[in-house]
């Protein structure tokens, strides 16, 4: 891609940043049995992971959580992948990924750790190539080229391996970050990402038995197949467009049916009002509203197959919901309203929407948070600070859904910039981030005050028509997921979107 070719320095600058590095170190050949000694300094290390045998995510969890008990402090993770087979094809699926840490382990010390965190998940030598519990493989470490009895970094066979390096893409941005991944860069001859285009790159996701997943309730959702709808449920006497509608058990339950058979594939329950200037409720009155109708919902026979999100800034309320057997978490703060959300979030495994949003629901259209100087460019860097937090609070990139907030910090014409730059925000995401550029995101123009204002319709309810037409742009600009109060007309447009997409080939 182009992109990446004018961002990567020359293959001259990036050989003399790595020749300077080796130039005070002697051992990029080395016997097994040789001392190492770079202790005096962290080192920046990429590993990949497999697995095909048992419950393979609970298996990548494990690992995580055992690299880290172990001197592995990890920075970021790529996608999830689940991928066909290689070389002995008779064999379940795998799931594949890789994470970036920094380690003081020396290159032998940090080997012999992955075979001990193998070995006890129940790896044995087995077939090569063969089924396994956890596979850990050093693909980077630090600047060095390493070639001994027993390890050869980079990993022997990573530039011919799909499913090793869709990954390792994504661990990287589309900008060098620094020496380390400079020389990265320079293990290859023409470069990581020529060498990514060359397997097939992008063109191969979702083809060839490379698929990219997020897990949610025990499966992996592929979100490029088509746009899934997410149906909004709100028991709050305020809300903006629907407050006091839905805030019986028996109301609630009865419009829960409606968009399950208007085509909701999840219903977003929301218990706080966040319009502006919203009164913020306590986490005890938000649960006593919540909890009541989660606890209904749950018992219906026709919610079989659907996800249940939970709307809510409270890790406490998170916590609740997700016990009692809700899917994702939905936070329009992205963390910042409360400390907590992130270790709740980490601890339960759950995939987490995070939304843009200056200040809280009270100040969030006041004239210093509505101020930008190029909005799509800001509102993917601050996501990208939200998931970069996520992610060293143990919230994995694989589990992130993005909300860039329409209505949320923005001005009418702020709205309209990220309607129509889905793809823009992306791409300044990845700019330090391809693999969260590349994750599920979800777009919520229905019934908002700037629809009313381009439409000149004063009342909420009479804006599903400029909602379908808002919602039609966002998917066919590269939205994943929309969250909408009219179900069914706006998933007949995206149905209808779907079908153009699936013509001229989703990108």
Request: with cysteine; charged share 25%; hydrophobic share 35%.
């Amino acid at each position: 891609m182009n992109i990446f070719k004018q961002l990567l320095p020359s293959k001259l600058a990036r050989t003399r940043v790595c020749t300077s590095y080796r130039a005070s170190f002697s051992f990029f050949h080395f016997s097994s049995d040789a001392s190492i000694q770079v202790h005096s300094q962290e080192q920046e290390v990429v590993i990949a992971l497999g697995s095909n045998v048992g419950d393979r995510l609970n298996n990548f969890n494990e690992a995580l959580s055992q690299m880290k008990k172990s001197g592995i402090e990890i920075t970021r993770h790529a996608c999830l992948y689940e991928t066909e087979p290689a070389y002995v094809t008779d064999q379940p699926l795998f799931l594949n990924s890789a994470i970036r840490g920094i380690t003081k382990l020396g290159p032998h010390e940090l080997l012999s750790v992955l075979k001990k965190i193998e070995k006890e998940m129940g790896r044995t030598k087995g077939v090569r190539y063969g089924p396994r519990p956890i596979d850990l493989d050093i693909l980077f470490y630090g600047k060095y080229r390493i070639n001994s009895d027993i390890l050869t970094v980079p990993h022997e066979r990573i530039f011919e391996r799909p499913f090793v390096m869709a990954p390792l893409v994504d661990l990287l941005g589309s900008e060098i970050d620094n020496d380390t991944v400079l020389c990265w860069h320079s293990f290859s001859k023409k470069g990581l990402f020529e060498s990514w285009q060359e397997l097939g790159g992008e063109s191969l996701i979702g083809k060839d038995g490379l698929r990219r997943v997020l897990p949610v309730n025990d499966q992996l959702w592929d979100w490029s197949k088509r746009t899934s709808v997410m149906g909004i449920l709100n028991m709050t006497p305020d809300s903006f467009s629907d407050g006091g509608k839905f805030d019986s058990v028996g109301s609630a339950i009865s419009r829960v049916r409606t968009m399950i058979s208007e085509g909701t594939d999840i219903i977003d329950l929301g218990a706080q009002s966040t319009h502006p200037m919203a009164t913020k409720i306590s986490v005890e009155e938000e649960l006593d509203r919540l909890i009541p109708v989660l606890e209904k919902i749950l018992e219906l026979p026709e919610i079989e197959g659907k996800l249940l999100s939970i709307d809510t800034f409270y890790s406490e309320v998170a916590s609740e919901a997700i016990k009692k057997g809700a899917h994702i978490i939905n936070d329009v703060s992205g963390g910042k309203l409360d400390s907590d959300m992130f270790r709740v979030v980490a601890n339960f495994d759950v995939p987490y929407i995070t939304m843009h949003m200056r200040g809280d629901p009270s100040t969030m259209q006041n004239s210093e948070n509505l101020k930008y100087d190029d909005v799509c460019k800001e509102v993917g860097d601050e996501l990208y600070d939200r998931v970069r937090t996520a992610e060293l609070c143990g919230v994995p990139a694989w589990r992130i859904i993005l909300d860039p907030g329409i209505g949320f910090s923005k001005k009418t014409e702020d709205n309209l910039e990220i309607l129509m730059g889905i793809k823009r925000i992306r791409s300044e995401i990845g700019r330090k981030s391809l693999g969260v550029s590349r994750a599920p995101l979800l777009i919520g123009p229905s019934r908002k005050r700037f629809l009313g204002e381009i439409c000149r319709r004063p009342s909420a309810v009479e804006r599903d028509p400029g909602t379908v037409a808002a919602v039609t742009c966002a998917v066919l600009g590269g939205a994943n997921v929309v969250r909408v109060h009219n179900v069914g007309d706006n998933a007949d447009a995206v149905k209808l979107c779907d079908s153009l997409l699936e013509r001229v080939g989703r990108s």
